[in-house]
């Protein structure tokens, strides 16, 4: 049977703040587009059988003043991806908010502690990173912390371990087409500001994405020794 869930991901919405580093400015939305793209997953969903869930990065405040009530508005849940460090910095999340999610239905992963690749960390940083982050998302949102996406998208084999000897069940890559899986490694597919929703979707959604989502994940299981 070929796949069903189709993983995006979203940074911030709206207008980037004046702080927000000039290389991920090209990751944010305007909210009508993303308003569009949730329209666009509608119809994709109801005419093809497929599931299209919703990811944001980074714990932007964008994702509780933007993507929540808009989430809301089309009856859907989505996940956030949080850095703990952030948690109650200008232009982040806060803790209230955070809460007002988890209250609303939304589920809160870990997005590191600090924004940094874990690739870049030694053994015993990395496993200090990912685990000071899940107890303090985990404080915060009074929910565990078992889904984690990694900064940058920055994955190889050593990373893929820790993150699951930490004890996290899914972690979420950036490298495009369908999940096969609802545990493990999940990949999702990167929204820019040049997307166009009725011409993007229908392509990351087709065919041949799914087709060939089984191939792509026995390749991603061998070059991250994930079993
Ligand atoms: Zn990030």
């Excluded at 990751?27 to 793209?37: C, M, N, S, V, Y």
């Amino acid at each position: 049977m070929l796949p069903q869930r189709l993983y995006i991901t979203c940074h911030g919405l709206g207008h980037p703040a004046a702080d927000i580093e000039p290389d991920a400015r090209r990751f944010w939305l305007p909210a009508d587009l993303f308003r569009h793209t949730l329209d666009v997953a509608q119809v994709l969903e109801r005419d093809t059988g497929i599931s299209v869930q919703f990811t944001f990065d980074d714990g932007n405040l964008s994702d509780h003043t933007v993507a929540l009530p808009l989430l809301r508005a089309h009856n859907r849940r989505a996940l956030f991806f949080v850095c703990a460090e952030r948690i109650g910095r200008p232009g982040f999340l806060d803790r209230a908010r955070l809460r007002e999610m988890v209250a609303a239905g939304m589920t809160i992963g870990c997005h590191g502690h600090r924004h940094v690749s874990w690739r870049t960390l030694s053994d015993a940083a990395l496993a200090s990173e990912l685990s000071s982050a899940r107890r303090a998302i985990s404080e915060v949102t009074g929910q565990p912390v078992v889904l984690a996406s990694a900064p940058f998208g920055e994955l190889d084999q050593r990373v893929v371990r820790a993150a699951m000897a930490e004890g996290f069940r899914c972690l979420f890559s950036s490298s495009g087409g369908f999940a096969t899986a609802q545990t493990g490694l999940i990949p999702r597919n990167t929204l820019k500001s040049d997307f166009e929703p009725g011409r993007d979707l229908p392509r990351m959604a087709g065919l041949p994405q799914r087709a060939w989502a089984g191939v792509y994940d026995t390749a991603r299981r061998m070059k991250y020794r994930f079993t």
